[in-house]
């Protein structure tokens, strides 16, 4: 069939929700195009004028492609290899989605997304079309084929197992950079106790390496533990400058929502590291370095203005 300028518009309109919906189900900013793009075939191919509301069409059609596809990714995280972290979407990408309260920000952090992948496919659903879009529940409840009262029931269930895992972030962006840069400054004094003194006493740290480069395959766990991880870190040595190769270049940004430190070598990202930092101290450490999931962060810090590093390793 071939569509009209109009229903063309149609979805180019509803194209950045269904991106955003995408990437929350998926955590993968290559899937959650892909996903798009099939269900723009499938729109292409379908009787568009007997559609009465094309939204709630393209958010179903749409819904069931990540449904099948969370289906085979949990397949495919079995034989990961070490710890799996969602691709980082760095601040000002649109894939981010509505920011507006603080569900809508969490929902998209490095924290929450791990959470969900312990969610069942239906449970990740209802949660982000209810939690961050908003979705009544009697719409959710025909996306899915299920009743609404099933649907309060997979959501609270599936909004209590995200509470028992995560504490809330939100915390004054002023105090964020300010912690941040206590962070850096210790990390580079060469001296543990700084450190330990800024973390929690369960911080952790974890890096997503994808087998592609060298990362630790279980999470540092405790402040002491953690410390000497990043010490370590941010301490130049032959083997960090001969698996940099080249001098890298720290800069603070944000990256799904959240404080980030975003590592470049020669403009291309090698790392992106989200802190979560609550009232408390930094929580936790969630470093993306698997290649393969910062293609997209590489593209974006190409094409934006972000200033002088704050710290050089070479």
Known sequence: MVLTGNQIDLFEAAMPRLKAIAYRLLGSASDAEDAVQDTFLR??????????????????VLTNLCLNQLTSARARRETYVG???????????????PADTVEQRESVSFAVLALMERLSPNERVVYVLREAFGYPHRR?????????????????????HIAEGRTRTEIDQAAARRIVDEFLTAATSGRTEPLVR?????????????????????????????????????????????????????????????????????????????????????????????????????????????????????
Request: proline share 6%; glycine share 8%; net charge negative.
């Open 43 to 60: 729109w292409q191919s379908a009787d568009v004028d007997r559609i009465e509301v094309p939204e709630a069409w393209l958010t179903k």
């Open 83 to 97: 710890q799996w972290l969602p691709e980082p979407l760095l601040a000002g990408d649109p894939m981010l989605g």
């Open 140 to 160: 959710i409840a025909e996306i899915l084929d299920i009743t609404e009262a099933s649907g309060q029931q997979i959501f609270h269930r599936a909004k209590k």
């Open 198 to 314: 800024l973390l929690t006493a369960d911080a952790v740290a974890i890096g997503d390496g994808g087998g592609k480069v060298p990362a630790r395959t279980r999470p540092f766990e405790g402040a002491v533990a953690v410390a000497k991880f990043m010490r370590s870190l941010f301490t130049p040595n032959q083997a960090a400058r001969n698996l940099l190769g080249g001098t890298a270049e720290i800069h603070v940004s944000y990256a799904n929502g959240l404080p980030a430190l975003v590592v470049t070598v020669d403009g291309r990202v090698i790392g992106v590291m989200c802190l979560e930092i609550t009232a408390d101290g930094i929580a936790a450490f969630r470093n993306q370095a698997n290649p393969d999931k910062l293609e997209r962060a590489t593209r974006q810090w190409a094409a934006t203005d972000h200033g002088e590093p704050v710290l050089r390793i070479n």
